[in-house]
């Protein structure tokens, strides 16, 4: 079997090859160097195909923090004008509606002090009244409607009247000077901000005095001096008063309309 003897020769040569080289310190040395060297290789490939994708990762993040930044930035825009939102509604709200109520009781007045009695016709009380009290004759056709106010068993309620013409109830108001002395009065049918706004103003005059003798302003004590000066002042607005549902005050034949009380501080005092 000469075959089989040269593969036996052949593996033996082999086998002495392996052994020879493996004997050999600077063989393996070579072999260890190789491999060491392609190790570096393939980790160096590997750490830069790593650094590539830790970039483009890095790049991602910076563009996500962007991104939540900006919708940080909306959010918060958008929450103050949300939170802002039911305040302004309010305020525009607040005053269409008191512009509203405004006009539709500019043709009104309301009476205090006028007798009532059981079942009364309230339209005849007040057509007896402007021809008894003021001296002015009114008519049915006059009136739009009227009625007592309030649920007050023990006291006169006052009687609100409507009449059909601003000019009608402007000539009766005019005139309620001629009450002076009795127990009745006749007052604007006010809005209840002016009604408030009314209160506030009698109240802050009451502490009130005067800067540089022209301009009014809030004093929470008055010396001796400004207690003469604040006599003098008061004396120039006993003439408050309202007119077309609006509040007013005149100072030297001039007339100020006071819409709040910052207007106090626009009246001048001079002569």
Same mark, same amino acid.
């Given at each position: 079997?000469?075959?089989?003897?040269?593969?036996?020769?052949?593996?033996?040569?082999?086998l002495?090859?392996?052994?020879t080289?493996?004997?050999?310190?600077?063989?393996?040395?070579?072999?260890?160097?190789?491999?060491?060297?392609?190790?570096?290789?393939?980790?160096?490939?590997?750490?830069?195909?790593?650094?590539?994708?830790?970039?483009?990762?890095?790049?991602?993040?910076?563009?996500?923090?962007?991104?939540?930044?900006?919708?940080?930035?909306?959010?918060?825009?958008?929450?103050?004008?949300?939170?802002?939102?039911?305040e302004?509604?309010?305020?525009?709200?607040?005053?269409?509606?008191?512009?509203?109520?405004?006009?539709?009781?500019r043709?009104?007045?309301?009476?205090?002090?006028?007798?009532?009695?059981?079942?009364?016709?309230?339209?005849?009380?007040? !057509? $007896?009244?402007?021809k008894? %009290?003021? +001296? /002015?004759?009114?008519? #049915?056709?006059?009136? *739009?409607?009227?009625?007592? @106010? =309030?649920?007050?068993?023990?006291?006169?309620?006052?009687?609100?009247?409507?009449?059909?013409?601003?000019?009608?109830?402007?000539?009766?108001?005019?005139?309620?000077?001629?009450?002076?002395?009795?127990?009745?009065? !006749? $007052?604007?049918?006010?809005? %209840?901000? +002016? /009604?408030?706004?009314? #209160?506030?103003?009698? *109240?802050?005059?009451?502490? @009130? =005095?005067?800067?540089?003798?022209?301009?009014?302003?809030?004093?929470?004590?008055?010396?001796?001096?400004?207690?003469?000066?604040?006599?003098?002042?008061?004396?120039?607005?006993?003439?408050?008063?309202?007119?077309?549902?609006?509040?007013?005050?005149?100072?030297? +034949?001039?007339?100020?309309?006071?819409?709040?009380?910052?207007?106090?501080?626009?009246?001048?005092?001079?002569?």
């Open positions: 079997m000469p075959t089989d003897d040269r593969v036996l020769r052949g593996d033996a040569v082999v002495k090859t392996v052994e080289v493996l004997k050999s310190e600077e063989l393996l040395q070579k072999i260890g160097n190789i491999i060491a060297e392609k190790i570096d290789q393939k980790i160096n490939q590997l750490i830069k195909t790593y650094e590539v994708k830790l970039s483009q990762l890095e790049d991602k993040l910076e563009k996500a923090y962007a991104t939540i930044d900006s919708l940080e930035h909306y959010t918060r825009r958008n929450s103050l004008r949300i939170y802002g939102l039911p302004s509604v309010n305020e525009d709200t607040d005053a269409s509606i008191d512009s509203l109520e405004h006009y539709t009781r043709n009104s007045l309301r009476i205090y002090g006028l007798p009532e009695s059981v079942n009364e016709d309230t339209d005849a009380s007040i !057509i $007896k009244f402007c008894e %009290k003021m +001296n /002015i004759e009114v008519t #049915k056709e006059m009136i *739009d409607c009227s009625h007592r @106010l =309030g649920k007050e068993e023990n006291h006169t309620k006052p009687l609100l009247v409507k009449f059909v013409s601003k000019n009608i109830k402007q000539e009766i108001y005019k005139n309620k000077r001629k009450l002076k002395g009795s127990k009745l009065v !006749i $007052k604007e049918d006010l809005t %209840k901000k +002016n /009604i408030q706004l009314m #209160k506030r103003v009698r *109240d802050k005059l009451k502490t @009130l =005095g005067t800067k540089k003798g022209s301009k009014l302003v809030i004093k929470e004590d008055l010396t001796k001096k400004n207690i003469q000066l604040m006599k003098r002042v008061r004396d120039k607005l006993k003439t408050l008063g309202t007119n077309n549902c609006s509040i007013f005050t005149k100072v030297n +034949n001039k007339i100020y309309k006071i819409n709040d009380l910052f207007d106090l501080s626009k009246i001048n005092l001079n002569k």
